[in-house]
């Protein structure tokens, strides 16, 4: 995946659509109000343009150089999957200054959508990565406050074939690969995976509790490498940024489909 912004339609002028359609459109299909999450995601639209959309930019974090490329590309929607508030409640100075300063000079409206987009049967984080990873989830797992975010399944394959497939999927987007334990030797027949910081207690406790033998997610605390190998179990750690790349893509391809908006994807790796 080339380290540069990439761009989906042609330069011909688009017409402009009213911001709050697009929002509301998105809340809609994504859920937004019924998926749980945590506080600092505030999920939805967290600040407005001048009530109209003529580019989309799709990121996974809403960061300055993010915010800064959606300004050169001329977008005036970022949909990010890492949103402005992560810290809560905090004084608008700094760099929390600098990214709203740049957001409304600019005309850029910023959506955010965390779980909500992991959770998305179709678009979501999870079942893009286990498809092109070549699994087919056949149950939710990574249950929070009552709703599976992600998907499980059972194969009969080598699990270096897994972890082959895994490694290059996210080698498109800068990611590499390690593990708990090693992967040779071994079959994947029950298998999870969670996008992102998926490993904790929580998850691998679900883990042991279905039986599961291979785990892919983004990255975990220290612990979780050392639970696992106590519980024999294989994680591979693919990457936060690298496994989140595939759900804001879906997003701007479904915007461009359903309103005609065009968008283009803005990669910028973090390297965790």
């Known amino acids: 995946m080339p380290s540069t912004t990439s761009?989906?339609?042609?330069?011909?002028?688009?017409?402009?659509?009213?911001?709050d359609d697009i929002v509301a459109a998105?809340?809609?299909?994504?859920?937004?109000?019924?998926?749980?999450?945590y506080p600092g995601a505030l999920n939805g639209l967290q600040i407005a343009n001048d009530g109209h959309v003529t580019r989309v930019a799709v990121a996974v974090d809403a960061s300055m150089a993010t915010i800064a490329e959606a300004a050169v590309l001329g977008a005036?929607?970022?949909?990010?999957?890492?949103?402005?508030f992560w810290g809560g409640l905090q004084p608008v100075v700094g760099?929390?200054?600098?990214?709203?300063?740049?957001?409304?000079?600019?005309?850029?409206?910023?959506?955010?959508?965390?779980?909500?987009?992991?959770a998305h049967a179709t678009m979501g984080n999870?079942?893009?990565?286990?498809?092109?990873?070549?699994?087919?989830?056949?149950?939710?797992?990574?249950?929070?406050?009552g709703i599976d975010i992600s998907v499980a399944g059972e194969t009969d394959i080598?699990?270096?074939?897994?972890?082959?497939?895994?490694?290059?999927v996210v080698a498109r987007y800068g990611g590499t690969v390690r593990t708990s334990v090693p992967a040779q030797g071994r079959r994947c027949r029950r298998w999870a995976l969670i996008t992102g910081g998926g490993a904790s207690s929580?998850?691998?406790?679900?883990?042991?509790?279905?039986?599961?033998?291979?785990?892919?997610?983004?990255?975990?605390?220290?612990?979780?490498?050392?639970?696992?190998?106590?519980?024999?179990?294989?994680?591979?750690?693919?990457?936060?940024?690298?496994?989140?790349?595939?759900g804001v893509?879906?997003?701007?391809?479904?915007?461009?489909?359903?309103?005609?908006?065009p968008w283009s994807f803005l990669h910028l790796p973090t390297g965790s």
């Open 249 to 261: 893509q879906a997003l701007g391809a479904w915007i461009e489909q359903r309103f005609g908006v």
């Open 26 to 37: 998105l809340d809609a299909e994504l859920r937004t109000s019924s998926i749980p999450d």
């Open 95 to 118: 760099m929390a200054y600098q990214k709203q300063r740049t957001l409304i000079a600019n005309n850029i409206a910023v959506y955010s959508t965390h779980l909500p987009l992991d």
């Open 202 to 246: 929580d998850t691998l406790r679900e883990a042991r509790a279905r039986g599961i033998d291979t785990f892919i997610t983004g990255e975990g605390p220290h612990h979780t490498t050392v639970e696992a190998q106590e519980e024999d179990l294989l994680i591979l750690y693919a990457g936060h940024y690298a496994t989140e790349t595939l």
């Open 76 to 84: 005036d929607l970022l949909i990010v999957h890492h949103g402005l």
């Open 7 to 19: 761009v989906h339609e042609s330069d011909l002028i688009a017409p402009r659509f009213a911001l």
């Open 158 to 168: 080598d699990a270096t074939d897994v972890l082959e497939r895994t490694r290059a």
């Open 126 to 145: 999870n079942v893009l990565l286990a498809n092109a990873i070549g699994l087919t989830p056949s149950s939710g797992f990574g249950n929070f406050k």
